[in-house]
């Protein structure tokens, strides 16, 4: 065999293995699929509808929190990183980019935690939603303060 086919065969088979060996991501909904639909008559971007599905699933988690029922996302948040924005500049900023990651770490703490620490990271995720609008796009603060 030639050494470029051995170097292909083996990337191939280390890649096999890679894939057989890892976790299978935990299955999540989009907007669409909570029931989210577009409100304005242009249409809405993907990141404006995925923030109205966080909103809702927010309002679910104050619940669970109140009822004492587990914590559990169903939204897929990672689309923070990557869903097509209404001015495509203010997502490619430096500090959209650290609001999103650290709301997605805000979002694995909750999922994790004990329902003793809940309540603290449901508020932490709530000023997480607060510090960033109030930064990047203040029109959905009044709604936002609805969630503490």
């Known amino acids: ?38 409100i304005n008559p ?10 109205r599905a966080m909103f809702a699933e927010a309002q679910t988690i104050r619940q669970d929190i ?5 914590v559990q ?3 897929c948040y990672e689309q923070l990183l990557t869903a097509t924005p209404t001015q495509a500049h203010q997502v490619k900023s430096t500090a959209y980019q650290t609001y999103a990651r650290t ?5 694995e703490h909750l999922n994790a935690a004990d329902p003793a620490h809940q309540l603290a990271l449901y508020q932490r995720l709530v000023g997480n939603c607060m510090a960033c ?3 990047m796009c203040p029109g959905p603060i009044a709604k936002i303060k609805k969630l503490l």
């Open 73 to 75: 996302t169903r939204l």
């Open 103 to 107: 709301y997605l770490q805000t979002i």
């Open 42 to 51: 242009n249409g809405d971007s993907e990141l404006a509808l995925l923030m």
């Open 1 to 38: 065999m030639k050494k470029h086919t051995k170097i292909i065969l083996s990337l191939a088979i280390i890649y096999s293995m890679g894939l057989a060996c890892s976790q299978p991501e935990s299955e999540c909904i989009t907007p669409t699929e909570l029931g989210i639909k577009p």
């Open 66 to 70: 109140e009822t004492g029922k587990p």
């Open 133 to 135: 609008h109030q930064s």
